[in-house]
């Protein structure tokens, strides 16, 4: 199996051991496993984002469960920022059209009937993370293409103002002898406006879309690393 699913986290929620169990074996060697006995205990795992479980890549989920059935959680895990994205693929022993449109109206991914073949399961797991990564890897160029859009604009934008500062500034520094206090003042403003210049000049080499860790868990562009040559 292709070295990059098999690090992928999935997220088996059966209330049945004996299902655990099969699923467990056919997906331990492969996959990293966690697992959940009910709804909202899935949805605690799911949604927690905690060291212990982090966002499941994939979720396996049985349909019939007592106290919240697996509808009830994928329509829940549709609505949450972390989960709304993630596969989900139903396991059942209910193949019919109606168990199968609730299903899919819920939000599923794609199902697996009982007793489950491990071939179709497999497969079904590899076509659906595949499926996810080409997603991301679509979105990561989208998002690319509105960086270079807008590094584009900016640029445009920054570049005359930028340009009267300096004249101005230089016009200054001519005017002003080096034993007057404001000529320091003026030098400092001309570098400072040099550099936002380099700043601007780096926004337009950006080809690929990378970001790093600011304040407060957020992220930035990291402008020295998308920039080509940088």
């Known amino acids: 199996m292709n070295d990059n699913l098999a690090k992928k986290n999935i ?20 996959y990293e496993i966690s697992v959940a ?24 989920l049985d349909i019939m469960m007592p106290e919240m059935d697996g509808y009830e959680v994928c329509k829940i895990l549709r609505q949450h920022p972390y989960t709304k994205d993630i596969p989900i693929i139903f396991i059942t022993a209910n193949t019919d059209d109606d168990t199968l449109k609730e299903a899919f109206e819920s939000g599923g991914t794609d199902y697996v009937r009982k007793p489950v073949n ?36 900016v640029c445009h934008e920054l570049n005359q103002p930028m340009q009267s500062i300096l004249g101005f500034s230089q016009l200054l520094i001519d005017d002003l002898s ?12 001309k570098t400072q406006i ?37």
């Open 11 to 30: 997220l088996i929620v059966d209330d049945a051991p004996a299902n655990i169990r099969v699923l467990v074996e056919i997906l331990t060697d492969d």
């Open 37 to 60: 006995t009910n709804g909202p205990e899935a949805l605690e795992i799911a949604t927690s984002r905690t060291e212990l479980y982090g966002v499941p890549d994939l979720i396996l």
């Open 118 to 153: 491990k071939i179709e399961l497999l497969a079904r797991i590899k076509s659906a993370l595949t499926q996810q990564e080409l997603t991301k890897k679509l979105l990561e160029e989208e998002k690319l293409e509105g960086v270079l859009e807008m590094a584009g604009a």
């Open 178 to 189: 080096e034993e007057d206090p404001r000529y320091e003042y003026i030098k400092i403003i």
């Open 194 to 230: 040099d550099k936002m210049g380099k700043i601007t000049k780096k926004l337009m080499r950006i080809t690929r879309y990378e970001t790093r860790e600011y304040i407060q868990s957020t992220k930035i562009i990291d402008i020295n690393k998308a920039a080509e040559g940088e």
